[in-house]
């Protein structure tokens, strides 16, 4: 049992490409998300899923895509990268269940982008 | 935006219990508070969540008042490792699949 597993762990992009966030958990969870979090700031909700085939948009989703075609994976896909999306990345997952036991979190992925 | 208000820092001694406060004033009857932390760098740890009643696990006691309106995280004998942020947080719609992070509490064990 894995929980939670995020590549890379670290990235420098060049401004304008692209490129794919991979998170994966082996957990059977229902939900999964997408968090940004901006140094000194605290984590910013980007994309959420609540499964397969299912996602929503968080508080800044511009600039990102994601999907879900299975329950395992929610790939986190950044279009054109910029400078403004040099952040730390972390994906999560949960049980679907109200009151469940909360989310589980990633290790991160820094991304810089210059 | 968060639902929740918290103070943006504490300080403890080591072996002293920290006692962290949460309003959450506009709290509807089935949402539950989560509470979780997070360390230096590391992503947010999950550690108890509660509806009405007090909580209590491995990691921390929830007590919530009786109006519901607020709630305090217990540690009962802090540790150096416990420095870290934590964030009260309650979730949108009665569920939990959407969770918005406030800027949380750093709470600093001092030796």
Known sequence: ?114 | DAKTTQPTSMDCAEGRAANLPCNHSTISGNEYVYWYRQIHSQGPQYIIHGLKNNETNEMASLIITEDRKSSTLILPHATLRDTAVYYCIVPDQGGSEKLVFGKGTKLTVNP
Not at chain 1, 7 to 15: E, I, N
Not at chain 1, 24 to 36: F, K, L
Not at chain 1, 92 to 102: C, D, F, I, K, V
């Open chain 1, 1 to 114: 049992n894995a929980g939670v597993t995020q590549t890379p762990k670290f990235q420098v992009l060049k401004t304008g490409q692209s490129m794919t966030l991979q998170c994966a958990q082996d957990m059977n969870h229902e939900y999964m998300s997408w968090y940004r979090q901006d140094p000194g700031m605290g984590l910013r909700l980007i994309h959420y899923s609540v499964g397969a085939g299912i996602t929503d948009q968080g508080e800044v989703p511009n600039g990102y895509n994601v999907s879900r075609s299975t329950t395992e994976d929610f790939p986190l896909r950044l279009l054109s990268a910029a400078p403004s999306q040099t952040s730390v990345y972390f994906c999560a997952s949960s049980y679907r269940r109200t009151g469940g036991l909360g989310y589980t979190f990633g290790s991160g992925t820094r991304l810089t982008v210059v």
